[in-house]
């Protein structure tokens, strides 16, 4: 099978923009999704505002006895530690009593705990204390409160240990005061002991004078950015959340997309199409609009771009053919042996993916197109969905393939030529209710028929999903014309045609792709299966295999006629291409 095989075997990214092309609108539900469920975020929680307090921590001399040069520093100063002091349970309490008497309302030190966080802005010395509540008043004394707490109680324990430290070094001196008396009076104030005791109480009382002095001096901590009062809500923030929002429902109509595209087993492009089906796309009519009022495609002609682009694929069919010399008459019934015979015609099999009026519509602007060129085109409807026959060459309801078939009579005589396309021969279907039997032995007989008749046969057949027909009529078959219509062909459908050429060696040289069709109705109910022979008004046996039995029997015998003896039947068999002359 002479095929073309796209190079590219894996997904490039314009197979990304169609899916998106294809899935825009479940993508754009997940935006609007999550638009909506932001929005609908920001009016149901309630809002909440925070107000910033910055508090500068200055060293207090005490380093030595507070710990404040242990862990992590910022300047002389252990930040982290005093973010967790100032989130502690004794700052808290002090902060709620505070905020109790600032606002009249009771407050607990838990309460105000859940809502206060302390940062430390890099390389600084100053917490920044962040209060959230409800309103904006609640957090501008929650902060303020806080900040306050945190020096009172900072100063407090440095005034504690201060005072602590001068106790200490009070009774000290006191100590070695009494043991000075001591000495001085067992030994006198000459004694050695007495002048080391000496010295040691001047050391203890050089070290209160600073001690004392730090104690009026120091300033553990300040506040140099007070509580503010919070002008908008801090949440919910309605940019942000929408934002959010937004994003997080376009990955989420991203994601559907992506995977419910991966799960949809049907072609949805001509890269995809050519990708998944190994099959190169000869004819692309997926951008054909409809005429005002009609459905796409329509009859295709010479002054549309569709038109042109349908052309082109029957000259290519053309150039296939004139390669290829034909085959020749059966014997017996072309010229004598040495003469040059008359050459065959091509049936060229155009094979529909879905049910509906894709595969005929394609089939029909391919005959009409090949008729067009001057070549002897005849249209031969084997699906019996044939309404798009009608639909665009304006044909009525009539006799067809089936008559042919189960009755006998002569294709010839059953052929008709529309108006929409003089150029062109077509075999109808059949009368309403009528089924053609094209898996009977028959139809190849008529189409070797048919090509002697006409230098392009183009047959329409129903999906592989609906009928066999497709591999009935393959053997008999030159080309083999698979139509891919977007958003419904499933890819193994194709596949299963791709194999089918393969299999019985027809040149499938490419597919024919048409837009999504209107979904089609029920299939017309079929006549009675056709298989045993229908009696004429002549005597005459049609079976299905398109042989006319012709019964020589004598007529009703006349009463007053002299009885004779009855004679043998005779049965002559003719073929049902001469079955209207026997008749």
């Avoid at 042109?308 to 053919?321: D, K, T």
């Amino acid at each position: 099978m002479d095929t073309v095989v796209p190079g590219s075997p894996g997904p490039e990214l314009k197979e990304y923009t169609a899916l998106l092309r294809r899935r825009w609108r479940m993508v754009a539900a997940g935006v609007a999704g999550g638009a909506a469920l932001a929005l609908a975020g920001v009016l149901a929680v309630p809002a909440s505002y925070t107000s910033t307090a910055a508090v500068q921590v200055l060293p207090t001399g005490m380093a030595e006895f507070t710990g404040e040069k242990s862990g992590r520093l910022a300047g002389d100063v252990n930040l982290d530690t005093e973010a967790q002091v100032l989130r502690s349970e004794e700052v808290s309490a002090a902060a709620a009593a505070l905020v109790a008497e600032a606002t009249g309302s009771p407050a607990t030190a838990d309460g105000l705990r859940e809502n206060v966080d302390v940062t430390v802005p890099p390389n600084s010395n100053v917490l920044e204390i962040h209060y959230t509540a409800g309103s904006p008043e609640a957090a501008r004394a929650g902060a303020a409160a806080y900040s306050e707490a945190y020096l009172d109680r900072r100063a407090e324990r440095v005034d504690g240990l201060i005072g602590a430290h001068l106790e200490a070094l009070g009774g000290e001196r006191e100590r070695l005061e009494e043991e000075l008396d001591r000495v001085i009076g067992a030994s006198g104030a000459a004694d050695p002991r007495a002048e080391a005791v000496r010295q040691d109480i001047t050391s203890v009382s050089g070290s209160v004078a600073p001690l004392a002095a730090l104690r009026e001096t120091v300033e553990p901590g300040r506040t140099i950015i007070p509580a503010d009062l919070p002008e908008r809500a801090s949440s919910p923030n309605p940019p942000l959340w929408l934002a959010a929002g937004t994003a997080l429902g376009l990955l989420a109509g991203l994601g559907a997309a992506v995977l419910r595209d991966r799960t949809d087993r049907r072609l949805h492009d001509v890269e995809e199409t050519e990708r998944l089906g190994g099959l190169p796309v000869l004819l692309d009519l997926s951008a054909c609009r409809p005429e005002r009022g009609g459905r796409t495609p329509g009859l295709l002609g010479e002054d549309r771009a569709g038109g042109q682009r349908v052309q082109s694929l029957v000259h290519l069919i053309r150039a296939r053919s004139a390669g290829d010399a034909g085959r020749t008459p059966p014997a017996g019934d072309g010229p004598a042996a040495g003469e040059e015979g008359p050459r065959a015609g091509r049936v060229l099999v155009v094979a529909a993916t879905t049910p509906g009026r894709a595969g005929t519509a394609a089939a029909v602007n391919v005959a009409a197109a090949l008729a067009r060129t001057g070549s002897e085109t005849l249209l031969v409807c084997a699906d019996p969905r044939s309404d798009t026959v009608g639909e665009l060459l304006g044909l009525p309801e009539g006799p067809g393939l089936a008559e042919a078939l189960v009755d006998g009579e002569d294709p010839a005589g059953l052929e008709v030529r529309p108006e929409a396309a003089p150029r062109l021969r077509v075999l109808r279907h059949g009368r309403p209710g009528a089924a053609a039997p094209v898996q009977d032995t028959a139809m190849a007989d008529l189409l070797g028929l048919l090509r002697e008749q006409a230098e392009h046969v183009v047959v329409a057949v129903p999906p592989p999903s609906e009928r066999a027909d497709v591999h009935a009529v393959a053997g008999a078959a030159d080309l083999l014309l698979p139509v891919v219509e977007l958003d419904r062909t499933p890819r193994a459908e194709l596949a299963e045609l791709t194999a089918a050429a393969e299999r019985f060696s027809v040149d499938a040289p490419g597919v024919i792709v048409l837009p999504r069709q209107p979904l089609p109705g029920p299939p017309p109910e079929a006549a009675p299966a056709a298989g045993a022979p229908a009696a004429g008004r002549d005597g005459t046996e049609r079976s299905a295999s398109g042989i006319v039995r012709v019964s020589e029997t004598p007529s009703a015998p006349d009463p007053e006629a002299p009885e004779e003896e009855p004679e043998d039947e005779e049965t002559v068999v003719v073929p049902a291409d001469s079955a209207g002359a026997r008749r």
